[in-house]
């Protein structure tokens, strides 16, 4: 059985600019939920969805926004990219309600230069 | 929301020895993970252990949840064991990660 794929694992992007990242969850799993690591907030939960609906959504800026879609994959998009913007964004994937076991992909690094 | 904090924030051990990690969390949960997290950041699940014990292989894990506390041991560490190991539990903001414990093990 497939792990969680996260693509692409590295991306350098300049500043003002928007980038998409895609999570492909684990096949049977409709909860897909993001999350930023950096080395000095640790990891933040971003937001979650479940069959294609936010339900969940942390403390972050408008310009962080994602969707699922109907085969449960994920895209998260940020717009306007800053230089605080660079880090490691990990998506994890769970097979149902709140609170079951949830699984990672390798993460996407990314860094605004 | 839900504080977790983690103990020791580093250790450093010599191969072979055995290690006790510790997370707190400051509310009722019904949802505790473990993970180990690898040189290229991937979160590798260890446990998932809402309550009781479990053990694979050389690690266990015990979580008493009406204490809010759980606990990890490593026995007979190997250099493999190096890294970051957290602890998230599930609340209304998603997993909420304790800061890790950084354990290097030297041969």
């Known amino acids: 059985k497939a792990g969680v794929t996260q693509t692409p694992r590295y991306l350098i992007k300049t500043r003002g600019q928007q980038v998409t990242l895609s999570c492909s969850p684990i096949s049977g799993h409709r909860s897909v939920s993001w999350y930023q690591q950096t080395p000095g907030q640790g990891l933040q939960f971003l937001f979650e969805y479940f069959s294609e609906t936010q339900r969940n959504k942390g403390n972050f800026p408008g310009r962080f926004s994602g969707r699922q879609f109907s085969n449960s994959r994920s895209e998260m998009n940020v717009s306007t990219l800053e230089l605080g913007d660079s880090a490691l964004y990990l998506c994890a994937s769970a097979g149902g309600g709140w609170g079951t076991e949830a699984f990672f992909g390798q993460g996407t690094r990314l860094t605004v230069v | 929301g839900i504080q977790v904090e983690q103990s020791p924030p580093d250790l450093i051990l010599q191969e072979g020895a055995n290690s006790t990690l510790r997370c707190n969390f400051s509310?009722?949960?019904?949802?505790l993970q473990w993970f180990h997290q690898n040189p290229w950041g991937q979160l590798i699940n260890l446990f998932y252990i809402p309550s009781g014990t479990k053990q694979n292989g050389r690690l266990s894990a015990t979580t008493v949840a009406t204490e809010r506390y759980s606990l990890l041991y490593i026995s007979s560490s190997q250099t493999t064991d190096s890294g970051v190991y957290f602890c998230?539990?599930?609340?209304?903001?998603?997993?909420?990660f304790g800061k890790g414990t950084h354990l290097i093990i030297q041969p």
């Open positions: 998230a539990v599930a609340g209304a903001d998603g997993l909420t």
């Open positions: 509310d009722s949960v019904n949802n």
